[in-house]
C-alpha cells in the first residue's frame, strides 16, 4: 500500500506504550496495531484529530505517501 503509517516512530519518540497511546485515543489497542500494520482501509478524521492531539504533531507526520 502506497500509504504509511508512521505511529510507531511517534510512540518511542513520546515514550507511549501502545495502551496509553490507545486509551488517550479513545480507541482499542488492535485498533492501534491495523493502523501500524498499515491493515486500515481507512481513518475517520475524529481519530486521526485524537490521534494527533495525543502525539502533538500534524497528519503529515503520522501518513507517508510512498510511491510503488
Do not use: H, Y
Not at 486509551?23 to 484529530?49: C, Q
Not at 492531539?53 to 503529515?60: A, E, F, K, M
Amino acid at each position: 500500500m502506497p500509504i504509511r503509517v508512521t505511529i510507531d516512530a511517534l510512540l518511542i519518540e513520546r515514550g507511549l506504550s501502545v495502551g496509553e497511546f490507545a486509551d488517550r485515543v479513545g480507541i482499542t489497542p488492535a485498533n492501534v496495531a491495523v493502523l501500524k500494520n498499515g491493515r486500515a482501509k481507512a481513518v475517520r478524521f475524529s481519530t486521526l484529530e485524537a490521534i494527533c492531539r495525543v502525539l502533538d504533531c500534524q497528519p503529515g507526520e503520522i501518513l507517508l505517501w510512498e510511491e510503488e
